[in-house]
């Protein structure tokens, strides 16, 4: 089972790595240039002078609706066709996302555009994940958890960035511009570089030919993805408004999205440690969710500026800091012959909440004005309660599996 040859793949997986520190832009830079949109895309403006964004958040969810389209086919191609094809195919989508968005005139043009960067995403997704379990098979929790590293990195540096672009006088445009340019170079030479032979491993799958068996366990992993999702894609589209609700200023509360990769560097680096040392994958499934309900309450309750902070880097450690990665992996437990159809189950239930929870903050938004950001953040505690106990029935699954 080990593979003696993983060194060779060692660029090949930084190259995969790279995909994910531009999906951690794409992901997360529309959230930061809300107002921006808003104006270029003729919101009207609220009571208290800001733009109503309800318009892009509209067009982040698209971003979810994208990946709902393509995931059911995205993880049977990257199984059947090769790793490869998919992600190339997603470095291709992710270019056209981020050139697309860059020019678009109109929300509705824009939309277009964010769920070609959805498909992108689910492509990138049932590509990166399982190759980087079959390169590091004897640690592919802390493999699929260095996806989610790659885009904290990003998204660390993304407030910075958004920082010089301003003090330059460029354009908001410019971040999208670099990182079509960056994703599309690194597309060319994952083209060229070796992926782990699969060959084998296709012979013995054909002669079995097993039908994927849904348990309770299974199905409650998968559904994690839509949970553990929710809890940080409506922190991120929250923080910011919710920052200056509480009396900080636009440039105050953009910080609040470092601390949070900050938290979201901490958890990984000591998750890894802590699944090294014999920690198991469902014992994080119900601690950190478990943290990120506290959290949320605490915010809720205590309004003032610093809570922002203090939330902003525990919510990155406990809701950002790998559970949806550990969801996939623990998943793919379940489905060891077609991790790609796992992940893509998974990271269907998360597409699911992109779209669906926050079309929800979007109504929410538009409806409840300046009291938004504070109702969103109920409805994130009692979506990652849910999280909870499904984790616990994967727990519970899996310590019975091995009796």
């Known amino acids: 089972m080990e593979n003696t040859n993983y060194k060779k793949f060692i660029p090949t997986s930084i190259a995969l790595y790279f995909t994910y520190f531009i999906h951690g832009i794409g992901a997360s830079i529309l959230g930061l240039y809300k107002p921006q949109f808003a104006e270029h895309w003729g919101a009207e403006k609220l009571s208290d002078g800001t733009f109503d964004v309800s318009a892009v958040v509209l067009v982040i969810a698209a971003l979810g609706l994208g990946r709902l389209i393509s995931l059911p086919f995205s993880g049977p191609i990257s199984d059947k066709f090769g790793r490869r094809l998919s992600g190339i195919i997603g470095v ?57 590293f790659s885009m904290c990195i990003s998204q660390f540096l993304l407030p910075f960035a958004i920082g010089a672009v301003a003090a330059a006088n460029m354009s908001y445009r410019t971040i999208f511009i670099v990182a079509g340019i960056a994703i599309a170079i690194d597309g060319v030479l994952i083209l060229f570089m070796p992926f782990p032979e699969r060959g084998a491993k296709t012979a013995e799958k054909k002669k079995e030919k097993k039908k994927l068996q849904l348990s309770s366990g299974a199905i409650a992993a998968i559904l994690i993805g839509f949970t553990s999702s929710s809890t940080f ?65 605490l915010v809720y309750f205590i309004q003032v500026p610093v809570m922002c902070y203090i939330a902003g880097f525990l919510l990155g450690y ?17 489905f060891p012959e077609n991790k790609g159809t796992a992940t893509s ?9 992109n779209y669906t929870i926050l079309s929800l903050a979007g109504y929410i938004t538009k409806t409840a004005g300046v009291a938004a950001p504070r109702m969103i953040l109920l409805l994130n505690a009692g979506v990652t309660v849910i999280g909870i106990i499904l984790a616990l029935i994967v727990k519970k699954s899996m310590n019975a599996g091995q009796k």
């Open 318 to 334: 406990a809701a950002a800091g790998g559970v949806l990665q550990l969801a996939v992996s623990t998943t793919a437990t379940f």
């Open 233 to 297: 894609m409506l922190w991120l589209n929250c923080n910011k408004e919710l920052g200056v609700s509480y009396g900080m200023s636009a440039t105050a509360a953009g910080g609040i999205q470092s601390f949070y990769s900050l938290g979201t560097f901490a958890a990984i680096l000591l998750t890894s440690v802590l699944i090294k040392k014999g920690l198991k994958e469902t014992s994080v499934l119900v601690i950190y969710p478990a943290i990120s309900v506290v959290t949320l309450l």
């Open 92 to 148: 291709i989508c992710y270019a056209i996302f981020f050139f697309g968005i860059a020019m678009s005139p109109s929300m509705k043009i824009a939309y277009a555009f964010a769920i070609v960067g959805g498909i992108a995403n689910s492509f990138l997704d049932t590509c990166v994940s399982p190759t980087c379990m079959e390169i590091y098979v004897n640690s592919p929790s802390v493999a699929n958890l260095f996806t989610k």
């Open 345 to 353: 189950a998974v990271m269907i239930a998360s597409s699911v909440a």
